[in-house]
């Protein structure tokens, strides 16, 4: 059974501070993805990744960054934590064909996050 | 550019009644379209895609072409079908990223 597991639930930060954001999958997959969740928007891909080291922007980038230095641990961060970024996060990953399903993506349970 | 557009925010229908959540797509070539359904205080899991053909849950799906549409069916609504729904389109090629609509959220009453 995929788990994909984030680090924290739920996550309180004042404007300005540094957040991390950490997500583990244990399934081996090769992409990994960061998505904000906002009600009446859906889900905005932040950014993903196809590889160890490797990342690709999504639609909204901007204040954002990530890293994957681990093939299963895929990080992140906010720079400097502004109350626009106040969010429900989710972490998704998913097997690279012909390995795995086409594109069915297993996710996280989300980290809320509230920036004052 | 590829984008999915979900005009209900909210549906609201009786138990038994026939339930269809609308999916618009645009894209140049050919897609891959999908459903994914997040119950209350559960992750966001697939529910069918549509080159599967599939039927789960008692839900189909229906890619027209023609009406770049891929909307959501099932004959008789259950309360346990209450839930955010999305659809969500990936063009050939590019494996793996998912573009979602803005999600309509089904809610069965007795």
């Known amino acids: 059974d995929v788990k994909v597991t984030q680090s924290s639930r739920y996550l309180v930060k004042r404007t300005g501070e540094k957040v991390f954001l950490e997500c583990v999958q244990d399934?081996?997959?090769?992409?990994m993805f960061w998505y904000r969740q906002d009600p009446g928007l859906g889900l905005r891909l932040i950014y993903f990744s196809y590889d160890v080291k490797m990342k690709e922007k999504g639609d909204i980038p901007e204040g954002y960054s990530v890293s994957r230095e681990k093939k299963e641990r895929f990080s992140l961060i906010l720079e400097s934590a502004s109350t626009n970024q106040t969010s429900m996060y989710l972490c998704?990953?998913?097997?690279?064909?012909?390995?795995?399903?086409?594109?069915?993506?297993?996710f996280g349970p989300g980290t809320r996050l509230t920036v004052l | 550019a590829q984008r999915v557009t979900q005009p209900e925010k909210l549906l609201s229908v009786f138990k038994g009644a026939p339930v269809e959540l609308k999916c618009n797509y645009s894209?140049?070539?050919?897609?891959?379209l999908f459903w994914y359904v997040q119950y209350s205080r559960q992750r966001l899991q697939l529910l069918l895609r549509?080159?599967s053909r599939e039927s789960i849950k008692g839900f189909t799906a229906d890619l027209n072409k023609g009406e770049t549409s891929f909307h959501l069916k099932k004959p008789f609504a259950q309360e346990e079908d209450s839930a955010m729904y999305y659809c969500?389109?990936?063009?050939?090629?590019?494996?793996?990223?998912?573009?979602f609509g803005t999600g309509t959220r089904l809610q069965v009453t007795l």
């Open positions: 399934m081996d997959h090769e992409n």
């Open positions: 894209y140049s070539g050919s897609p891959e």
């Open positions: 549509h080159i």
């Open positions: 969500a389109l990936s063009g050939r090629g590019t494996a793996s990223k998912l573009t």
């Open positions: 998704a990953s998913s097997l690279s064909p012909p390995r795995g399903t086409y594109n069915e993506q297993f």
